[in-house]
Structures are given as structure tokens and as C-alpha cells.
């Protein structure tokens, strides 16, 4: 149980967060400042400071808190939970909460992050450092004492190596289109843009075909890159 200073600072860090990612929903990530970001949440820049280098980590934080994940200063690390008896457990898992992203409830904020980010690339190194932070936590570390490190350590590397490749080519076209439309003043007398318009669903085809794409990744790292993914290799090494 985190002590009363540390709930309170991860509070702190989330109210910081939930109003850094909702001014950049409603403005554009260019056009959140700082103060504006510490005004809405009621603290100081001193106390922002405290908690995010930028508002570029905090937008991602944000972010995260909206769909239910962690993020780097935000939640409280969740209880140790025991680990699946079997790798492939693992792996079902795994493949399990990557589907989810979009069949599930939180598909359209997903979507909404992917084109900021599209919008403000400098919004990327702290999606790829709030990645990695997941590496760091109790599950993991449940894992390695369970199937060794560098076993684990692989398997995170793998995944993330295969889900780059469907955010490449499947995710990106999908999520946000190519070229994106001019934004106007949301008023007159507004000097910043308005909102971006909801995006369209994501038409069942390209859904199926993005769901594909995740299950042939998720083959190859069951069963490696050697041997087709229909035909697993047979080895001899215990599977622990």
C-alpha cells in the first residue's frame, strides 16, 4: 500500500495529465501551453515541473489514464498478480489485450491519439518511452523469475517489433488519412483551430484485415521466423 505522500503525488500527476491530454483534444498539441495546462489542473509551472519535462509527456500520460494504462507517473503499479504456467499462456494473453485496442470500448480515443501524434510528432519519443516503461513494472519481473529474463525480454522485444510493423501499414492508414484537411478558427475571433472532426468508423474489411495482420504476427512469435507459422518448429528445449 503507496503511502499518503505518494497517493497524493500520483494524484497530483494525473490531474496534470487529464488536463494537459483534454486541452490538446480540444486545441491541437501545438496550441496547449504550459500555463494553461496548470491553470486547468490548479497548480504552479513549479509543480508541473516537478512531475513532466514537457507537455508532450504529460499529453501521453493523459492519454493513457483515457483508455485505462499506466503511464510513466500516473498510476500506482498494479498488485503482483501470478504469472501464466505456460509461455504460450503468455503469449495468448498478450495477443489477447493487443486485439482488444480495437475491438474494444476505447478504439475511437486510440484512433483520436494516432492522428495527434500524426499532427505532432514530437509527441512520439514519449509514446516510445512510455512503451518501454511497461518493461519495468511487477508483471514483468513476475515473468522473468518464472520463465528467465531472457526469455521474457525477447518476447517484449518480439512484440513490440511486430506491432511497430502493423502501426506502419495497417494502423496509420486506417487511423488517420494521408493527407489531413486544413484546420480553421473555431470562431472568428479565435486565433486557434477548432477541433478536428470525429473520425469515421473503421470500415469491418480493413478491421478484419488489421485483426489478421495482428494474428500473423503473433504466429511468428509463437513459432519464430525459420518455420512457416502453420507449421511450428518442433524443439527439444523445455519451455521454461
Not at 191 to 206: C, W
Amino acid at each position: 500500500m503507496p503511502s499518503l505522500r505518494e497517493q497524493k503525488k500520483r494524484a497530483t500527476a494525473r490531474d496534470l495529465a487529464t488536463a494537459a491530454y483534454d486541452l490538446a483534444r480540444q486545441v491541437g498539441c501545438a496550441e496547449v501551453t504550459t500555463d494553461e495546462v496548470t491553470t486547468r489542473a490548479g497548480y504552479s509551472r513549479r509543480t508541473f515541473a516537478n512531475y513532466y519535462t514537457c507537455k508532450q509527456e504529460a499529453i501521453v500520460d493523459g492519454f493513457l489514464l483515457r483508455i485505462g494504462l499506466r503511464g510513466r507517473r500516473t498510476s500506482e503499479e498494479a498488485a503482483e498478480a501470478a504469472p501464466p504456467a505456460t509461455f504460450e499462456a503468455v503469449i495468448d494473453q498478450t495477443q489477447g489485450v493487443v486485439t482488444g485496442l480495437l475491438t474494444g470500448p476505447n478504439v475511437a480515443e486510440i484512433r483520436t491519439f494516432a492522428r495527434m501524434v500524426h499532427e505532432h510528432d514530437a509527441l512520439e519519443p514519449y509514446v516510445h518511452a512510455a512503451v518501454l516503461s511497461f518493461k519495468h513494472g511487477r508483471h514483468q519481473r513476475a515473468l522473468e523469475e518464472a520463465f528467465g529474463p531472457a526469455r521474457v525480454s525477447m518476447f517484449f522485444g518480439a512484440v513490440a517489433g511486430s506491432l511497430s510493423v502493423v502501426v506502419e501499414f495497417v494502423l496509420g492508414p486506417l487511423a488517420i488519412p494521408r493527407r489531413l484537411p486544413a484546420r480553421t478558427p473555431a470562431d472568428p475571433d479565435s486565433p486557434r483551430p477548432a477541433p478536428p472532426a470525429p473520425l469515421d468508423p473503421i470500415p469491418t474489411a480493413q478491421l478484419d484485415e488489421a485483426l489478421a495482420m495482428i494474428g500473423r504476427a503473433f504466429d511468428y512469435v509463437r513459432h519464430g521466423f525459420a518455420a512457416r507459422p502453420d507449421r511450428p518448429s518442433v524443439t527439444t528445449e523445455q519451455d521454461h
